[in-house]
């Protein structure tokens, strides 16, 4: 079973393209379940067709989903919420605090993540495409399951079976977006400075999580005006070239194997439509191959004169903001306002963090050992 979730900023068509997705898929004879976590409920606009919180037939082999991660939130969050009210008030947490603890920010993307690991673990469908909600909504959701996890780990761990029982899920929801063989993400951006800077920021930031984007598309591309004459030709091919340079751009920044979808006249709507848009993403192929990206483990050890270059194979911008600090056994990394904690490895644990540069690669962390 694979697993593709299509994010990126607001606008960008991604519930278009991941709709698209799902219908070749299925068109190609695998078994297709498309999911939108996306409050916009938008998915079911591009099949033309209602849908609701289980999977409903599109065409042969297509299903779809429109995950109502608010009414998630008032059944079954409530449930795990009393129980975690029970154990919190079990260990000496008065029952005013407990009601406050329990409720956590977020919740209703942890549910909408929970229910397309459920809907994927049934192993009906061959492959799952996920149409998430905005770029910053959805990498809040990434976040969620390491963030919360660690945190009941480290304030309720072994107090109560249900604080396990969340423990569990949440480690079960890393898990799955981590997977490097089932699961991968596709960005998909307008052809513009401002989303292309915050595509680059998203692939950072998912590269911090141990996500795998295997795809940028840019979509909307304005398509050339050939031969045209007058004004609005000429609007066209200027609009064009000022899109060609922002993408050469964001190829030099290092965003490279973008897949260029242009700009329709008429609203995709429908499997024909959605069939054109395909065939010129895809062009036939196999719409899971993805593009080749670096395998390399994100961690690798090299000795120095001094002591050791630790290097975290990030993609970084030229303008990215990076800033560490050591925490225990561990790494915080913070690279433009997201976060992540770093394992270090054993052999490191003693050493002290003397300095960091940047290259094509990523970040080099150099530590020095005190006793040596």
Known sequence: MRLVLFTGKGGVGKT???????????????????????????????????LGPEPTE?????????????????????RLRGQLGDALAGIGVDALDAAELTVLPGVDELLALGEVRRLAATK???AVV??????????????????IAGYLRRMYGGAAASVMELGDHLESLRAMLTDREVTTVRLVLTPERMVVAETRRTLTALALRGIRVDGIVANRLIPAAGLWRGGAASWLRERRAQQEAVLA???????????????????????????????????????????????????????????YRLRIALPLGPDADVDLARIDDDLAITIDGFRRLVALPRLLRPCEVTGAETDA?????????PGV
Do not use: N
Not at 30 to 45: F, G, N, W, Y
Not at 260 to 272: F, I, K, N, S, T
């Open 130 to 147: 996920v149409d998430c909600g905005p770029t910053a909504e959805t990498l809040r959701l990434f976040a969620l399951p390491e963030a």
């Open 249 to 307: 751009e964001a190829g030099a920044a290092g965003l490279s194997g973008v897949r260029l979808v242009e700009h329709r006249a008429a609203e995709p709507v429908g499997l024909d439509a959605l069939a054109e848009i395909a065939k010129e993403l895809y062009g036939g192929g196999d719409p899971l191959a993805g593009e080749a990206d670096d395998v390399a483990p994100m961690l690798r050890i090299t000795e120095s004169d001094d002591g």
């Open 124 to 126: 009906h469908w061959h």
């Open 16 to 50: 278009t393209l991941a709709a698209a997705t799902g219908a070749t898929l299925a068109g190609q004879g695998r078994r297709t379940l498309v999911v939108s976590t996306d409050p916009a409920h938008s998915l079911a606009d591009s099949y033309g067709v209602p």
């Open 361 to 369: 690669e990523g970040l080099v962390v150099l530590l020095t050992d």
């Open 58 to 78: 599109v065409d042969r082999r297509l299903d779809a989903v429109q995950i109502d991660s608010r009414s998630l939130a008032d059944t079954a969050w409530q």
